[in-house]
Antibody
Framework: VQLVQSGAEVKKPGESLKISCKGS????????IGWVRQMPGKGLEWLGI????????RYSPSFQGQVTISADKSISTAYLQWSSLKASDTAMYYC?????????????WGRGTLVTVSS | NFMLTQPHSVSESPGKTVTISCTRS????????VQWYQQRPGSAPTTVIY?????PSGVPDRFSGSIDSSSNSASLTISGLKTEDEADYYC?????????FGEGTKLTVL
């Protein structure tokens, strides 16, 4: 049972990016997959969550409109994407599994994808 | 939106007991479950307490969680401290709209 995230990315401001999180060893469509940001030296922030079974999605009010969360259940993969990156998007991004949209702890974590945005 | 306030850092000696608090700014702490995550340097977080006071399998019973409605706060208590407990600890809860993390507490075991 694991979440495998895509590798580190280095991008320039204004570029787009889509990172991935592939679930294995469990029924991908019956758990929620969320995303958590950790800026360098800072704490954890919840971005949003998706239910791959029907793509029901909820965003943190702080991140609504800033990122897009999607999933492709046919390949057990969830995504986090940006249309125009900013330097302030530089962070580690973790995907997490949960039994609920808002209720339920994050019982499984990916290793994280480091995104660096620099000119 | 509500906030969860934690002490920035705590320190204690091996073998002792430490308690980390997490105070909810609005809404009742008892209305929505609280989770606690441990993050060791360079690693992803893991759950040490969920649903206020439940331990995932594999987490030693030295870790316990509680809720105090009078102070509208949750607490994580670690007894018999070991050097391996040195880490950042985050509380997390939710309301009808959002999941929120506390700012994190750095535990030093010296």
């Amino acid at each position: 049972v694991q979440l495998v995230q895509s590798g580190a990315e280095v991008k320039k401001p204004g570029e787009s990016l889509k990172i991935s999180c592939k679930g294995s060893g469990y029924s991908f469509t019956t758990y929620w997959i969320g995303w958590v940001r950790q800026m360098p030296g800072k704490g954890l922030e919840w971005l949003g969550i998706i239910y791959p079974g029907d793509s029901d999605t909820r965003y943190s009010p702080s991140f609504q409109g800033q990122v897009t969360i999607s999933a492709d259940k046919s390949i057990s993969t969830a995504y986090l994407q940006w249309s125009s990156l900013k330097a302030s998007d530089t962070a580690m991004y973790y995907c997490v599994r949960s039994g609920g949209q808002l209720v339920g702890h994050f019982d499984l974590w990916g290793r994280g994808t480091l995104v660096t945005v620099s000119s | 939106n509500f906030m969860l306030t934690q002490p920035h850092s705590v320190s204690e000696s091996p073998g002792k007991t430490v308690t980390i608090s997490c105070t909810r700014s609005s809404g009742s702490i008892a209305s929505n479950f609280v989770q606690w995550y441990q993050q060791r340097p360079g690693s992803a977080p893991t759950t040490v307490i969920y649903e206020d006071n439940q331990r995932p399998s594999g987490v030693p019973d030295r870790f316990s969680g509680s809720i105090d409605s009078s102070s509208n706060s949750a607490s994580l208590t670690i007894s018999g401290l070991k050097t391996e407990d040195e880490a950042d600890y985050y509380c997390q809860s939710y309301d009808s709209n959002n999941r929120v993390f506390g700012e994190g507490t750095k535990l030093t075991v010296l």
